[in-house]
């Protein structure tokens, strides 16, 4: 705080002072970055910056995709105005706040772009270091944000899922607080992907009949569906929706576990995933979240599609032309399982609500 802040905050009553949202940041970024500053001090102006920064995200209606496709009443959640443009900022704002609290000096993750950019950002702003693992064969255009955003990039050799296990030995080693999925952190990952559905609610009133969601690790879905739980078991709502997935075209062990009937997700056969730069985003050998974003999808009777490149390519496409909307291409799959419904009729006459990412 500068020596005018002061000064005015001295002589101004509290009740005269006009809220300045802008002041109001700029304030809490300067109490993180600076040293003098208490670690009660810095966790409360986390805390303020996470609530102004992120989530809160636009549930909009989608009524020209609608005419489109036939869909009645399909609203579309765009996480595209969170501060990274996806989803992945809840998850790295709430990881950063609880490294915080425990007293963590950095943190370290797997990504294959998006949670990289998030983590990286949210790092900088509490102030933490960032050591970000990426396979050495990804194409993210996100490498370079990253970067710049102040994380350490290290080039993992083999797949995703060999980073992940890189991060965590190198976590251990560093004493960093591991941010990768599956681990210890699972539940507070699941509490803050919840909070997309409380902000789904919040707009309809109601939960819709049907939530669709693209999926990778599961983890977004296994958090919506527990928040969806949670508001119906609070009498919030008067069901549960329907929860859709869709994913990389045999490229996910949650869909393929769907569709071949296993009661539990396989690991697939690493060399035979092969990623584009559409499916990066989605593929993966292993789900570290899988069996219970499997549970969600059997327990609210919903469904999984395998997707092609040229399928999310092709509603990108009209999702922008037709809503104006930037949607990075991997992120449709979850509509595009919802518009492969298992039976035409499941579509109409209620409301439904795709779950999308933007194009960075």
């Known amino acids: 705080m500068t020596p005018s802040d002061e000064a005015y905050l001295r002589d101004t009553a509290p009740e005269e002072r006009p809220f300045d949202?802008?002041?109001?940041?700029?304030?809490?970024?300067?109490?993180?970055?600076?040293?003098?500053?208490?670690?009660?001090?810095?966790?409360?102006?986390?805390?303020?910056?996470?609530?102004?920064?992120?989530?809160?995200?636009?549930?909009?209606?989608?009524?020209?995709?609608?005419?489109?496709?036939?869909?009645?009443?399909?609203?579309?959640?765009?996480?595209?105005?969170?501060?990274t443009g996806t989803q992945k900022d809840r998850i790295a704002f709430a990881q950063c706040m609880d490294a915080l609290r425990r007293g963590y000096a950095g943190i370290t993750l797997a990504t294959c772009g998006n949670y990289g950019a998030a983590c990286a950002l949210a790092a900088k702003i509490a102030g933490l270091r960032c050591v970000v693992f990426i396979p050495e064969s990804y194409h993210s255009r996100r490498v370079i944000e990253i970067g710049e955003l102040g994380?350490?990039?290290?080039?993992?050799?083999?797949?995703?899922?060999?980073?992940?296990?890189?991060?965590?030995?190198?976590?251990?080693?560093?004493?960093?607080?591991?941010?990768?999925?599956?681990?210890?952190?699972?539940?507070?990952?699941?509490?803050a992907y919840g909070e997309i559905a409380y902000e789904i609610y919040d707009e309809l009133r109601d939960a819709p009949r049907i939530v669709a969601v693209p999926v990778s690790n599961g983890t977004v879905l296994a958090g919506l569906y527990k928040g969806f739980v949670s508001l119906y078991r609070r009498g919030k709502t008067s069901h549960i929706p329907i929860m859709v997935v869709g994913s990389a075209h045999g490229k996910n062990p949650i869909v393929e576990a769907f569709l071949h009937q296993r009661p539990t997700c396989e690991d697939l056969l690493p060399q035979r995933i092969h990623e584009t730069p559409v499916n990066e985003p989605l593929i993966s050998w292993h789900a570290f979240d899988g069996d219970v974003a499997l549970v969600a999808i059997r327990k609210t009777q919903g469904w999984a599609r395998n997707v092609t490149d040229k399928r999310m390519l092709q509603l990108s496409k009209m999702l922008r032309e037709k809503e104006g909307l930037n949607v990075l291409p991997a992120a449709t799959a979850g509509l595009a399982a919802l518009l492969d419904a298992p039976s035409p009729d499941i579509v109409h006459n209620e409301r439904f609500v795709a779950v999308l990412t933007a194009r960075r």
């Open 21 to 83: 949202l802008f002041k109001e940041l700029e304030h809490h970024y300067k109490l993180l970055q600076d040293a003098r500053s208490s670690l009660a001090e810095r966790i409360e102006a986390f805390e303020q910056i996470t609530d102004l920064e992120v989530g809160d995200t636009p549930l909009v209606r989608a009524r020209n995709v609608e005419r489109e496709t036939g869909v009645s009443q399909l609203y579309l959640k765009f996480e595209g105005s969170n501060p």
């Open 151 to 191: 994380a350490e990039l290290v080039r993992s050799p083999g797949d995703y899922e060999q980073a992940v296990v890189a991060s965590q030995a190198f976590a251990k080693q560093a004493d960093l607080y591991d941010a990768n999925p599956g681990g210890k952190n699972t539940p507070l990952q699941l509490k």
